[in-house]
């Protein structure tokens, strides 16, 4: 299968209820999101048109609006941490989630988000979101 990927960068912050380590603070990162795209057709034959399997300015479009923009400074906090912190439900940043928002449901929550936005003869072939410059979470949809 040919395959694109393109790299989107957003700041966000997130706190872990029940967990014991730092992470239950509310700490934020520099996510790194590499989204791979592929094309249906597992030819070797060259690219008709433009030879584009997707442009990417519309890759682009597609993850700013469905992930960055939401995303981008924002804080993600589950109900659970919520429910011994209400005084955080104010914040004009914040997302609410039923569940805890780990790098592994945050790239679960992104591939929901954008795998039914590609063109017919496209395909979401592999998601992976940096937290850190060392540690990922992965998801390969083929």
Same mark, same amino acid.
């Given at each position: 299968?040919?395959?694109?990927?393109?790299?989107?960068?957003?700041?966000?912050?997130?706190?872990?209820?029940?967990?014991?380590?730092?992470?239950?603070?509310?700490?934020?990162?520099?996510?790194?999101?590499?989204?791979?795209?592929?094309?249906?057709?597992?030819?070797?034959?060259?690219?008709?048109?433009?030879? +584009?399997?997707?442009?990417?300015?519309?890759?682009?479009?597609?993850?700013?609006?469905?992930?960055?923009?939401?995303?981008?400074?924002?804080?993600?906090?589950?109900?659970?941490?919520?429910?011994?912190?209400?005084?955080?439900?104010?914040?004009?940043?914040?997302?609410?989630?039923?569940?805890?928002?780990?790098?592994?449901?945050?790239?679960?929550?992104?591939?929901?988000?954008?795998?039914?936005?590609?063109?017919?003869?496209?395909?979401?072939?592999?998601?992976?979101?940096?937290?850190?410059?060392?540690?990922?979470?992965? +998801?390969?949809?083929?």
């Amino acid at each position: 299968m040919l395959k694109v990927t393109k790299i989107f960068r957003f700041e966000l912050a997130h706190a872990i209820h029940g967990y014991e380590g730092l992470c239950k603070n509310i700490h934020g990162h520099s996510y790194i999101l590499h989204v791979t795209v592929g094309t249906k057709n597992n030819s070797d034959q060259y690219l008709p048109n433009t030879g +584009f399997i997707i442009d990417f300015k519309d890759l682009k479009r597609i993850i700013r609006e469905a992930v960055v923009s939401p995303f981008d400074h924002g804080l993600i906090l589950s109900e659970d941490y919520l429910a011994q912190h209400p005084d955080m439900r104010n914040m004009s940043n914040l997302h609410v989630w039923t569940m805890e928002p780990s790098v592994e449901n945050i790239l679960l929550y992104i591939k929901r988000e954008i795998e039914n936005k590609f063109p017919n003869q496209i395909e979401l072939v592999k998601l992976k979101l940096y937290e850190t410059s060392d540690s990922y979470a992965e +998801f390969d949809c083929e």
